[in-house]
T-cell receptor
Framework: AQSVTQLGSHVSVSEGALVLLRCNYS??????LFWYVQYPNQGLQLLLK??????LVKGINGFEAEFKKSETSFHLTKPSAHMSDAAEYFC?????????????FGAGTTVTVRA | ETGVTQTPRHLVMGMTNKKSLKCEQH?????MYWYKQSAKKPLELMFV???????ENNSVPSRFSPECPNSSHLFLHLHTLQPEDSALYLC??????????????FGEGSRLTVL
């Protein structure tokens, strides 16, 4: 079984400031990890994914995330926030198991960007 | 454009109506999902189909009835819904295989309002 915890349901940052969204996971087997972004009235869009290759993963729109097995974390960062980054962000985990169809999602973190 | 198309994007229905949500994927995926997204609540997995066979039915009330006639199409039939069923219904698909990273590709959702 696997689960995801996102720390902080809401994050507010100034334009140009660092964005840091926290995600911790639990999984009984090596996981795949994902970050998704959702803009208002839209579906979820994949930002980046960890698949047991490099621990530092770069995604779209300048985001990156680092897999830390010792901390069971997969935090998402962006060095400089842009107004267009205002959205909801979801962390998700999936096991390396063809017979397990579930991706477990965190509760989401809403990001607002102040001008 | 994610390759997953949902129709209608918006639906308003009374509690005695019967309606259907449609999802079509053009990605050659072999697994399709229905999720429910309500305000202030985590994503809820409803149904999963793999190779057109239902492999997950996550304790969903019988007023929701899924149908997967082929690997490209997924329906959610709705009847005698309740106001608390108002939500964004998201369809997703992915490749399910030993070699795949398992990320989901989402449609833009169908916003359902039950009066």
């Amino acid at each position: 079984a696997q689960s995801v915890t996102q720390l902080g349901s809401h994050v507010s940052v100034s334009e140009g400031a660092l964005v840091l969204l926290r995600c911790n996971y639990s999984s009984s087997v090596p996981p795949y990890l994902f970050w998704y972004v959702q803009y208002p009235n839209q579906g979820l869009q994949l930002l980046l994914k960890y698949t047991s290759a490099a621990t530092l993963v770069k995604g779209i729109n300048g985001f990156e995330a680092e897999f830390k097995k010792s901390e069971t974390s997969f935090h998402l960062t962006k060095p400089s926030a842009h107004m267009s980054d205002a959205a909801e962000y979801f962390c998700a985990v999936s096991p390396h198991d063809i017979n397990d169809y579930k991706l477990s999602f965190g509760a989401g973190t809403t990001v607002t960007v102040r001008a | 454009e994610t390759g997953v198309t949902q129709t209608p994007r918006h639906l308003v229905m009374g509690m005695t109506n019967k309606k259907s949500l449609k999802c079509e994927q053009h990605l050659g995926h072999n697994a399709m999902y229905w999720y429910k997204q309500s305000a202030k609540k985590p994503l809820e997995l409803m149904f999963v189909y793999s190779l057109e066979e239902r492999v997950e039915n996550n304790s969903v009330p019988s007023r929701f009835s899924p149908e997967c006639p082929n690997s490209s199409h997924l329906f959610l039939h709705l009847h005698t819904l309740q106001p608390e069923d108002s939500a964004l219904y998201l369809c997703a698909s992915r490749i399910s295989s030993r070699w795949n990273t398992g990320e989901l590709f989402f449609g833009e959702g169908s916003r359902l309002t039950v009066l």
